[in-house]
């Protein structure tokens, strides 16, 4: 089946560290692979994408690349701010009509 | 930017009523989704909605709900008789034609089941 596993939170990190999310994923077919954030009060937003394998998707200093060997798509930031602050969602589109199987979600904490 | 919106951003409701929760998906796109979260819990598929019918649904989604495209632009959720475990954070999302297109998220539905 699919499913989509993160590392546990909460991450906690200063302003300016480097940030890594572990995700990985089990699949049937070739889904394309997602990081949604969802920062306090607001709702999921897409940061990210990838729709195939050794594809990488960039956004806000934020990076993920589709590696298929190792199922995975960890998502790194070289120099975390403040305003990064929110959870992470590692995601991946299933079946024909292209539901999203999510991961728990990741809580990031960025301290000044 | 086009944004999917939801309404209401809370909603409280007595156990056994029926409730409907409403989106206004972006408005090109063809393809619209149910998803909840309850609280600590992965967020979690409903059902799918395309060209006027379901063509997906979960294990979750039994008789109790239901969703309508009533006109060009809403689509809802309805719950008939809620119970306490239907308390939960309820998005709505919607995506153009494509299969690797990303889905786009309202802010969410709170649901209180008291």
């Known amino acids: 089946g699919n499913s989509v596993t993160q590392m546990e939170g909460p991450v906690t990190l200063s302003e300016e560290a480097f940030l890594t999310i572990n995700c990985t994923y089990t699949?049937?077919?070739?889904?394309?692979l997602f990081w949604y954030v969802q920062y306090p009060g607001e709702g999921l937003q897409l940061l990210l994408k990838?729709?195939?394998a050794d594809d990488k998707g960039s956004n806000k200093g934020f990076e993920a690349t589709y590696r298929k060997e190792t199922t995975s798509f960890h998502l790194e930031k070289g120099s975390v701010q403040v305003s990064d602050s929110a959870v992470y969602f590692c995601a991946l589109n299933a079946g024909n009509n292209r539901k999203l199987i999510w991961g728990l979600g990741t809580s990031l904490a960025v301290n000044p | 930017e086009p944004e999917v919106t939801q309404t209401p951003s809370h909603q409280v409701t007595q156990m056994g009523q029926e409730v409907i929760l409403r989106c206004v998906p972006i408005?090109?796109?063809?393809?619209f989704y149910w998803y909840r979260q309850i609280l600590g819990q992965k967020v979690e598929f409903l059902v799918s909605?395309?060209?006027?019918?379901?063509?997906?649904k979960s294990e979750i989604f039994d008789d109790q709900f239901s969703v309508e495209r009533p006109d060009g632009s809403n689509f809802t959720l309805k719950i008939r008789s809620t119970k306490l475990e239907d308390s939960a954070m309820y998005f709505c999302?919607?995506?153009?034609?494509?299969?690797?297109?990303?889905?786009?998220f309202g802010d969410g539905t709170r649901l209180s089941i008291l």
């Open positions: 999302a919607s995506r153009m034609t494509g299969g690797n297109q990303p889905q786009h």
């Open positions: 699949a049937t077919g070739y889904p394309s």
């Open positions: 408005s090109n796109h063809l393809y």
């Open positions: 909605f395309y060209n006027n019918e379901i063509s997906e």
């Open positions: 990838a729709t195939k």
